[in-house]
């Protein structure tokens, strides 16, 4: 297995379901940002009712379920012209069509991608048992060219990924130059090959990274993500560490998290160039999310009405990467 086909099955595995599905793991957060929006309407005489949906980092509603005919004729809702306090370049959606093809100039190179995949309720792709992955390209001249992919995800659960180039060397090591083009090529795949799946809907987003960042061990933290139309801020105390070859309690990360009136996103995950051993996350001792190293994880987000103890902890023995383990709390309008 050559290193394409090992990042290509390590992200597949990354993507598969973990014990609970998103969804279910928010059960009821939903709720909890409502009830601290309706406390503070209350107290200023308003009477807005704030409802929220929440689907991941920086999340954007996306139209309901249906038949593969319906999906193919509703309109994908747009990624935002401002992300994290990123403005968008540029976006590109399949509008029906199975792939996508895009030559994207870039005048810069402080730059990242977003990208969205949803399926119809009725999706029937040939292998009712591998998940649908959206897999893209982005080629910028070099030998090997970037290769992503995350798992579609349905009406209850829509994709949205941040994976792909994110500094100025990412950018360069696909060849990629300030005031040049790359190419971006992106389909939809299972167990690594083309599929078609009509109705389906997805697309890629550019942003400049005009936002304000933290780096800490080498990897950079937004100050500020957005959320389903909501603002959370990074908080003082967030971890990071270097790993080494060595097992043991230099491989876990700490962090306790206050008691809020509103839910808290807590951001995670293995940063490392390249697909490494699998990690775990647990709240209070019990199992939150597990996954595979390689990228940061959408932020996650928590019931805040007592304290918790986090522990995000790296299997396996590799020295590749950086774990990293930050918590956002919301913030007032």
Not at 32 to 41: G, I, L, P, S
Not at 50 to 78: I, K, S
Not at 91 to 107: C, F, I
Not at 239 to 247: C, G, P, Q
Request: hydrophobic content about 35%.
């Amino acid at each position: 297995m050559n290193l394409d086909d090992l990042r290509r099955e390590l992200r597949t595995r990354a993507s598969e379901p973990g014990p609970a599905s998103m969804s279910d793991r928010l059960s009821g957060v939903q709720s909890k940002v409502t009830a601290a929006r309706r406390r503070k309407a209350v107290a200023s005489g308003a009477a807005t009712l704030v409802t929220l949906t929440v689907v991941g980092f920086a999340a954007t509603q996306f139209v309901g379920g249906g038949d593969g005919d319906e999906m193919a004729d509703a309109e994908l809702v747009q990624m935002p012209e401002e992300l994290n306090g990123d403005l968008q370049i540029a976006a590109r959606y399949n509008e029906g069509a199975q792939d996508l093809s895009w030559t994207v100039p870039l005048d810069d190179l402080d730059v990242v991608t977003r990208t969205t995949c949803l399926l119809p309720a009725d999706a029937a792709p040939p292998n009712a048992d591998a998940p649908v992955m959206l897999s893209w390209t982005i080629d910028g001249g070099a030998p090997i060219p970037g290769q992503y992919s995350t798992q579609c995800g349905t009406a209850g659960d829509p994709s949205v990924s941040t994976l792909g180039p994110t500094t100025r060397e990412d950018w360069r090591e696909i060849g990629a130059r300030r005031n040049g083009e790359v190419q971006i090529q992106v389909e939809l795949q299972q167990d690594g090959e083309p599929i078609e799946v009509p109705g389906a809907q997805f697309g890629i987003a550019l942003y400049d990274k005009t936002g304000d960042r933290v780096t800490s061990g080498g990897v950079e933290l937004s100050v500020l993500i957005d959320i389903d139309g909501e603002t959370y801020k990074l908080q003082d105390g967030y971890k990071t560490r270097e790993l080494a070859e060595t097992a043991g309690r230099d491989r876990v990360l700490r962090l306790r998290t206050p008691e809020s009136d509103a839910p808290l996103a807590v951001l995670y995950g293995w940063d490392s160039p390249i697909p490494t051993a699998s990690y775990d996350l647990k709240q209070d001792g019990e199992p939150l999310d597990t996954g595979y190293g390689g990228h940061l994880e959408s932020p996650l987000l928590i019931d805040a009405e007592a304290e918790h103890r986090l522990a995000l902890r790296a299997r396996g023995a590799s020295a590749d990467g950086v774990l990293v383990l930050a918590y956002y709390e919301l913030v007032d309008d």
